[in-house]
């Protein structure tokens, strides 16, 4: 019996490419490992100390400041490298790094120019800083020639809008960046994907970097809730409407979410301008007053496509049962469904839809159930089994995806759904306290749905309610902006969709000649016609209005960029470079760099050290290393050895 135990335990233990002694071994497959510390002594394996987030919430505009404080602790210098989350929204627009009394703010210069610089500074043993952008909402900060006992500070800005919908305006703090699934090959992999293999640490264990974070709210009208669903922080009035919100003591490993609402449940609606020398912008917001009443709606049908893979085991998993159980179980009589799931490979209910019959959503509800989750995550692969699946000229097709997001190849799930729109519409449901909010949000933009994220099983049954109430009666239709007098260009965006949540129409531009005139905004809803009206003249231009440059940029980058469902060209890469260069914000092709020009390091040589990352609350330990070598067969393999390993132990002790 010992022996077969042994030999059990000496199966499991095998380092495989994604965990061995040493950390990360080349694999066929770029992938995250986990980290070994203390694997190099001497070392400082975790030189990032704090992250401290600032938030000024004014009106509708969010000015964020972060602050990084790495710190060498071991005997050797150091080359940190930290990846980690942002907003999908985030106009990036400001860094500076600070050591001991010198200081120097960063540049925006093209991202290969400041890689370039970057390099150079690190071999001469000078102090720097590069900010790249990896994703719209991944970062990676490098920072060179960290000496022992030396703290560095490294400041970046960023500004968003808050949106609200249904009255609720939400600010969003990311905090950690889930482990993502890739099935490139790392020889193949991209500059901006090699972030991918990224060290980890177990599920459960705590990063040792601390953080904390303060949100004060101004609104100028009285708030009627603050709340954060996410984290208890401390909150302190100042006043009807302003408050305080600070966390120290909770770990960063889930977003940090804070809701508010206006009194009366109104929303800040109208017209913001913005005037310069160079330029002058504007955004106007405008609120729909009620839904339009589900009348005539056709027969529909509803493929769910749901994630089961590694990164989904356990609360992910089900919780997005709990959402597939409330949206299945409010199909009507006269709609048909499907349920792909994927992982690895992708499996389906049936060979077409079925009706929505008590029978069939029994039948689902029981697939789902099994399910525990494990393996890669083949979204790409899935969506096209989806797609593919025979459909009827008569129905309406929707598809819901419900993942935590966790892939690396978000542009190729959006390039597949938005050439295979054929009146199918795509809403996305993000699973998870940390979810990969540009593949949710980017799912619904190109299936011209609507995206959804459910942190916790609370939240699964509104999330449902919300989804049927958008696919059955949209807020406002036909929606077309006019302009009277005002010489209003560079709009975005540049056409309105029908609006299916209950938020308002946004709209960026600037205008050339004088503030004058009108626009207007008209639309279809439940009692006919909407009409709304704004005098330019009546706009004044405030202090607060300043981010709007980079807002208005930032809403151009997502169409030129985030959200480009076609493949780059010059062209593109060329008007992003600009728009970076021109508004000093980071891009996929610009790049912040600050150098200390003092050399701190006169041989240049140190170790570079990946920051590890702590896995994000509820993920498991699953998420992290498939296919870095490690391939399905092998894990069939041991798992089939140690099965019958066991059944041999149990006869053996049954005889005796």
Request: hydrophobic fraction near 40%; proline fraction near 6%.
């Amino acid at each position: 019996m010992r022996t077969f135990l042994a030999l059990i335990l000496a199966l499991v233990s095998i380092p495989t490419a994604a965990q061995s002694e040493d950390g990360p071994r080349p694999g066929k497959i770029l992938s995250p490992y986990f980290l070994v510390d203390g694997a190099t002594p001497g070392i400082e394996s975790f030189p990032l100390k704090s992250t401290d987030v600032v938030a000024n919430i004014s009106g509708v505009i969010a000015d964020v400041t972060v602050t990084q404080i790495y710190e060498n602790r071991g005997a050797t210098p150091v080359h940190a490298k930290y990846v980690f989350p942002g907003s999908t929204r985030a106009a990036v627009h400001g860094m500076r790094i600070r050591v001991r009394d010198k200081a120097v703010v960063a540049k925006i210069k093209e991202r290969e120019k400041a890689a370039q610089e970057f390099a150079e500074a690190k071999a001469a043993g000078k102090n720097a800083a590069l900010l790249e952008q990896q994703r719209p909402n991944v970062f990676t900060m490098a920072v060179a020639n960290i000496m022992p006992g030396d703290g560095v500070e490294v400041q970046l800005t960023y500004s968003e809008m808050l949106v609200p919908e249904q009255g609720i305006y939400q600010f969003v703090y990311p905090t950690v960046v889930g482990p993502r699934y890739s099935n490139t090959p790392e020889a193949a992999a991209p500059e901006d994907s090699k972030w991918v293999k990224s060290p980890y640490l177990h599920e459960g264990q705590s990063s040792p970097a601390g953080f904390s974070i303060r949100v004060n709210v101004s609104t100028g009208v009285p708030l009627s809730e603050l709340r954060s669903p996410s984290h208890e922080p401390t909150i302190t009035w100042e006043g009807l409407s302003l408050a305080h919100v600070s966390l120290d003591k909770d770990a960063g490993n889930r977003d940090f979410i804070l809701d508010y609402r206006l009194s009366g449940k109104q929303i800040q609606s109208g017209l913001m301008i913005f005037e310069s020398e160079r330029e002058n912008f504007f955004l106007l917001t405008v609120q729909p007053a009620e839904r339009i009443a589900a009348r005539d709606i056709p027969p529909r049908e509803y493929i769910f496509v749901l994630d089961v893979s590694g990164s989904m085991h356990g609360f992910p998993l089900d919780t997005a049962k709990q959402v597939l159980e409330n949206l299945v179980r409010k199909l009507k009589p006269t709609d048909t469904f499907n349920v792909v799931l994927f992982s690895g490979g992708s499996r389906v209910l049936s060979p077409v839809s079925v009706a929505a019959n008590p029978q069939n959503i029994a039948r689902a509800l029981a697939v789902i159930a099994g399910e525990t989750g494990g393996g890669g995550t083949e979204l790409e692969a899935a969506l096209r089994t989806a797609i593919q699946i025979p459909r009827s000229s008569f129905v309406s097709r929707t598809v819901v995806v419900v993942t935590d997001g966790y892939i690396a190849e978000e542009k190729g799930a959006f390039t597949l759904i938005n050439e295979n729109l054929n009146n199918t519409n795509f809403f996305a449901f993000g699973i998870g306290g940390s979810v990969n909010r540009y593949l949710i949000e980017g799912i619904a933009r190109a299936g011209q749905g609507e995206p959804f994220v459910v942190t916790g099983p609370k939240e699964a049954g509104e999330a449902g309610e919300r989804f049927r109430d958008y696919i059955e009666s949209p807020v406002l239709t036909n929606v077309r902006v006019s302009y009277r007098g005002f010489d209003a260009y560079d709009v975005e965006p540049g056409a309105q969709p029908d609006l299916f949540a209950d938020r308002p129409v946004v709209l960026f531009g600037k205008w050339r000649g004088p503030k004058q005139g009108e626009i207007e905004v008209t639309g279809r809803t439940a009692t006919g016609t909407f009409s709304k009206v704004f005098d330019i003249k009546e706009s004044v231009n405030r202090p607060e209005h300043t981010a709007l440059p980079q807002l208005w940029a930032r809403s151009r980058l997502a169409r030129l960029s985030d959200f480009n469902f076609s493949r780059d060209d010059a062209e593109a890469i060329r008007e992003v470079t600009s728009l970076g260069l021109t508004y000093s914000l980071l891009t996929r092709h610009t790049s912040f760099i600050a150098v200390l020009e003092e050399v701190r390091n006169p041989s240049g040589q140190g170790a570079d050290v990946d920051q590890p990352l702590p896995l994000p609350d509820g993920v498991s330990d699953l998420a992290v290393g498939y296919g870095s070598g490690a391939e399905p067969g092998f894990w069939i393999l041991l798992f089939g050895a140690a099965a019958l390993l066991l059944i041999a132990a149990r006869r053996r002790v049954r005889t005796c």
